[in-house]
């Protein structure tokens, strides 16, 4: 996994800047150009392997998302205004239509090849995000869940065991939705609670045949890098190793990072690479390192490049990859 030779397909295409708001928001396009500019400006960017990203199709969308969610969507980005998918923020503007297609679509295809071994890992770095919106309602500013996307695609293709495992700091509500009763999906997530969207709660584990295949870790305002690893460690990293999935698909926000004002949690940079570190680490031992990131929150520019830690090439270049002293403190084990 450490071998100079790691290959990490990367899906990145200007086309995800067009997506634009009305109004200032902070889900905007320097995200995802703050992020090229650190990987170019370290030198990194060179050795990624660029997936273009092609527009998600119909049957793909459907496998996660209610056919008259998708076609309700569709028609009303085609109209290439700008305006409102929801009653909240999930704004869309005329370029919104082909970036939320290619966010999908090249999750899918990237997902695809990082299972069929075409590159050990891959980071979709796309907009709009994905894991608010539900099979049938845009939320949280996310048009099409870019993981369940992906995940179905997964299935389809001949997975039997997929975990997904989201670190935004928001519950990734669409994704386990889509996933509730679903036994061949893992989903596990931390975040801050109470926050947007509200759900996530400890007790919400799954239904039917779905029943223990979602884990939950509500941390309370204010939790700290040892907080966070201690609950990705003692529950989240477990729950993963004992599904034994064949890929791992991460739902990584920075939005965390006690830069971060959507939020007041506390995660340093040497917590997000130690939480990478751990990720990594369990994707190596259950599935042959096969993980792919997917970008989903993160609004303070710099917080967003902690990202780097998941390449493992890289975790050890620059102030990003060296890992501070976690150490335990008594008290830590109060959500277990
Ligand atoms: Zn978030």
């Not at 569709?74 to 239509?97: A, E």
């Not at 204010?222 to 991460?250: K, Q």
Request: aromatic share 8%.
């Amino acid at each position: 996994m450490n071998s100079p030779k790691h290959s990490i397909g990367t899906v990145f295409d200007p086309v995800f800047l067009q997506h634009v708001a009305p109004i200032s928001h902070p889900e905007r396009p320097d995200r995802l150009a703050a992020v090229v500019q650190h990987l170019q400006e370290t030198g990194i960017w060179d050795r990624l392997k660029m997936l273009k990203p092609r527009p998600a199709t119909y049957e793909e969308l459907k496998a996660a998302h209610d056919p008259l969610y998708v076609d309700r969507t569709l028609d009303r980005l085609s109209l290439r205004r700008t305006g409102y998918l929801d009653m909240g923020d999930t704004f869309f503007s005329p370029g919104t239509k082909d970036a939320a297609l290619a966010a999908a679509g090249g999750s899918v295809d990237l997902a695809l090849a990082v299972y069929a071994g075409e590159y050990e890992s891959g980071a979709a770095l796309v907009r709009p995000p994905g894991h608010h919106a539900d099979r049938d309602t845009a939320m949280g500013f996310c048009v099409f869940n870019n993981t369940a996307v992906a995940a179905h695609a997964l299935l389809r293709a001949g997975a039997q065991r997929v975990a997904i495992l989201d670190f935004d700091v928001h519950h990734g509500n669409g994704t386990q939705d889509i996933f509730y009763s679903d036994p061949r999906v893992l989903y596990v997530s931390m975040h801050q609670s109470p926050l947007y969207p509200g759900t996530g709660a400890a007790d919400e584990i799954g239904v039917g045949d779905g029943l223990g295949m979602t884990a939950n870790v509500p941390l309370a305002p204010y939790c700290d890098d040892v907080d966070w690893l201690t609950g990705l460690e003692r529950l989240l990293l477990p729950l993963i190793r004992a599904f034994s999935p064949e890929i791992l698909l991460v739902g990584a926000g920075y939005d965390a990072h006690h830069l971060d004002t959507i939020s007041t949690q506390q995660v340093t940079d040497a917590g997000y690479a130690a939480i990478a570190q751990r990720i990594v680490a369990c994707a190596d031992a259950v599935c042959g390192g096969k993980i792919v990131m997917m970008l989903e929150g993160g609004y303070h520019l710099d917080a967003l490049t902690r990202l780097q830690p998941f390449w493992p090439d890289f975790a050890n270049r620059g102030p990003h990859g060296q890992l501070g002293p976690l150490e335990a403190r008594p008290g830590d084990d109060y959500f277990l």
